[in-house]
């Protein structure tokens, strides 16, 4: 039931999708950044906040930097001097210490928020970013969009399970008809005033966290598993009908993935 345009999907998975989705239902598992849309809807939340000024952290974030003296009051700093401090200690802790590490940094700079905040913040970024611009503009998959309502009309199940900010990303769910609940992603503790903390819950969804929250929230592994990273590809491992992974142009990983018999998808053509 439905119709699943072949647009740039490589020709052979695309049967292979259809023939398996036709007629059937099962569950489906889905990366969220440059796997449903095109770039990083995670890393524009983080730029909001930073241009919003940091209203909501505390004065004291020394903790989270290696300098931690000109961080005790970050009040006293100016916003072009605390943009680029971020970023720098972003920067340094992906490169050092690794792409989850620098993911788990990063989570400081949403608490203070509550739910409602997350979703206004996440609506005001989808408005500014979700433009036809092929390298900053952050954009539904056609091919994708296409997918997920051929699994609706075969009534499969669908989740985003996404490295970013659970909330953040549920709060936009609906432009690609998943609902909010299916979404599984970063999860911060919320303290007695309702807003969210610093602290991190576990499993974070981050490579192997991925198949932990995977086992915890939904109890069973995919029939189907989309991402583009090595951060997705313990996900890809347990898709029990078909992985598919998205090329963007890492060896590594598309060798990785063909070794385990990981269907390559090349990135798609970006079509306005």
């Known amino acids: 039931m439905g119709v699943f345009p072949l647009r740039s999907w490589v020709p052979e998975i695309h049967s292979q ?4 989705i036709e007629g ?3 569950l489906a598992c889905f990366d969220f950044d440059n796997t449903l849309i095109r770039n990083d809807f995670g890393e524009k939340i983080m730029e909001e906040i930073m241009l919003d000024g940091l209203p909501n952290l505390p004065k004291d974030l020394s903790q989270f930097f290696r300098n931690s003296e000109i961080w005790r009051d970050h009040t006293k700093l100016s916003f072009v001097e605390k ?4 970023w720098e200690e972003y920067s340094y802790n992906l490169k050092e210490f690794g792409i ?3 993911y788990r940094w990063s989570c400081f700079l949403f608490q203070g928020l509550s739910p409602e905040d997350y979703e206004r913040i996440s609506a005001k970024v989808w408005k500014r970013v979700n433009i036809p611009d092929e390298s900053i503009g952050v954009t539904p998959q056609k091919e ?3 997918l997920v309502y051929f699994l609706q009309k075969n009534n499969w199940r669908i989740y985003i399970v996404t490295a970013s900010p659970e909330p953040g990303i549920a709060a936009i769910a609906s432009h690609f008809s998943i609902k909010k609940e299916n979404v599984i992603g970063m999860r911060q503790t919320i303290g007695l005033d309702g807003k969210y903390t610093a602290s991190l819950i576990e499993p974070y969804t981050y490579g192997e966290g991925k198949v932990k929250a995977i086992e915890k929230w939904i ?3 995919p029939d189907l598993a989309f ?4 951060n997705d590809f313990p ?11 998205i090329d963007k142009g890492n060896p590594e990983f598309v060798e990785a993935c063909s070794k385990q018999g990981i269907y390559i998808q090349p990135y798609f053509n970006f079509n306005i």
């Open 227 to 230: 991402g583009d990273s090595f």
């Open 144 to 146: 994708m969009l296409d």
């Open 100 to 102: 989850e590490a620098g």
């Open 219 to 221: 109890g069973e592994y």
């Open 24 to 26: 059937n239902s099962g």
């Open 235 to 245: 996900m890809l491992c347990t898709a029990k009908k078909m992985g598919v992974a």
């Open 83 to 86: 943009q680029n401090l971020i």
């Open 17 to 20: 999708l259809k023939s398996i």
